[in-house]
């Protein structure tokens, strides 16, 4: 606490380039801080993390002290070449192989076992270990020049919303950890793909951009876990970060399934005229809920996350939605229930889970 923090912002254009200059001198000396067990957040193509030496148990440490996170949530590994895996992790099946000539780098991490040299402190206890080698250029620029071995949480408070932008990781982390670097906002938008391969078959335990579908045409059968088929807190999710509250905003909310017409009416009859509330949708019905919320003369705030027919659009802006009610005085806010493809059900998982699972289905 009370650190100065190094704040590096990073023009976004250069790292869209191949050829970056290697040497930089910011990226050196964030490698010497990581490679010295200090905690760097970094953006990757997912949401920021927070990063430390996966294989310094005090550094790692460090990571749930400035999270606030409990210690039995294990940590993933961030590699920078495919071939890294096999120093920290071992017993790799030919689907493993697969997922990773297929999918790497990209937004899925894979849990495996663990080889001896990951301290258990990383994995909270596991014989396992989760790897992920990102798409992000810079973010493998800064795994390279910190050791090779990152572990890295999304770069929030525990239970608050995930970063996706570099103002984000200031507003929870600043004066928290040595070094934030910036480098605008992320791709993707919501956490990587889990797929356990230490199971046959093999598992998700938590939804992402990668999905099942694309996973099942390279390597057959998938199943996903209990608790993201049900939508429900599951009793034991394989992941244990998955068993607390996540992503919350201040403010309670309520998910609402029902059509367009029916969801406003709903709000018109449960808020009360002194609460300001607060509504998420899709472009297309945004104009329904002015309409009706101006006729009731309630204090509201609407934000649309994108087009309904647009469900990368939807995700990417799922995080700064939230956290951006943070900033108003909104006491209860109402989301929609968006249908889809299977992007749509990682962007579920994360609104059913800031709800705590506090979900209205109306009939039409
Ligand atoms: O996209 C991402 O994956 C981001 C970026 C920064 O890479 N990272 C991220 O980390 O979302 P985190 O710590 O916020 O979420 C990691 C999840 C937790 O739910 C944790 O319980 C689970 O992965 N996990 C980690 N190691 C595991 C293991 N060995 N077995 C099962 N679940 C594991
Ligand atoms: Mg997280």
Redesign the pocket.
């Known amino acids: 606490m009370n650190k100065i923090t190094k704040i590096i912002e990073i023009n976004e254009e250069l790292y869209n380039i191949e050829e970056t200059p290697k040497n930089e001198e910011w990226l050196n000396a964030v490698g010497t801080t990581l490679r010295q067990g200090g905690v760097v957040a970094f953006p990757?193509e997912?949401?920021?993390?927070?990063g430390a030496n996966a294989l310094d148990k005090q550094a790692a440490q460090k990571i749930y002290e400035a999270k606030g996170?409990p210690s039995d949530?294990?940590?993933?590994i961030?590699i920078a070449k495919e071939e890294d895996v096999y120093k920290i992790a071992q017993d790799i099946s030919d689907k493993a192989y697969q997922v990773m000539k297929n999918f790497w780098p990209g937004?899925i991490?894979l849990?495996l076992n663990?080889k001896e040299n990951v301290p258990v402190e990383t994995?909270?206890g596991?014989d396992?270990?989760?790897v992920?080698f990102?798409k992000h250029m810079l973010a493998c620029k800064i795994i390279e020049a910190g050791g090779g071995f990152i572990c890295?949480?999304?770069?929030?408070i525990s239970g608050k919303p995930?970063p996706t932008k570099g103002v984000h990781v200031m507003e929870d982390m600043n004066g928290k950890i040595d070094t934030i670097v910036s480098c605008d906002n992320v791709s993707?938008g919501?956490?990587?793909t889990?797929l356990?391969m230490t199971v046959e078959p093999p598992m998700v335990?938590?939804p992402?951009a990668i999905t099942k579908e694309m996973l099942e045409k390279v390597i057959g059968k998938i199943a996903v876990d209990d608790g993201i088929l049900n939508q429900k807190q599951p009793d034991k999710?394989?992941?244990?970060?998955?068993k607390y509250r996540h992503y919350a905003p201040q403010a309670e909310m309520v998910v609402v399934k029902a059509h367009p017409l029916h969801f406003s009416d709903y709000i018109c009859k449960v808020v009360s005229k002194e609460e300001a509330i607060g509504v998420i949708c899709c472009s297309e019905h945004k104009d329904i809920y002015h309409k009706k919320l101006a006729e009731i003369k309630v204090p509201y705030i609407i934000k649309v996350l994108g087009s309904e027919k647009n469900s990368l659009e939807l995700t990417k802006n799922l995080y700064d939605t939230l956290r951006g009610f943070d900033q108003s005085k909104v006491e209860k806010i109402f989301t929609e229930s968006f249908e889809g493809d299977e992007i749509t059900q990682a962007l579920m998982n994360r609104l059913n889970k800031a709800a705590g699972y506090n979900i209205v289905k109306i009939d039409n």
């Open positions: 990757t997912t949401v920021y993390g927070l996170r949530n294990p940590l993933i961030h937004s991490t849990v663990k994995t909270g596991l396992t270990v989760a992920r990102p890295a949480p999304s770069a929030n995930s993707i919501v956490e990587s889990i356990d335990l938590r992402g999710p394989k992941a244990p970060g998955m």
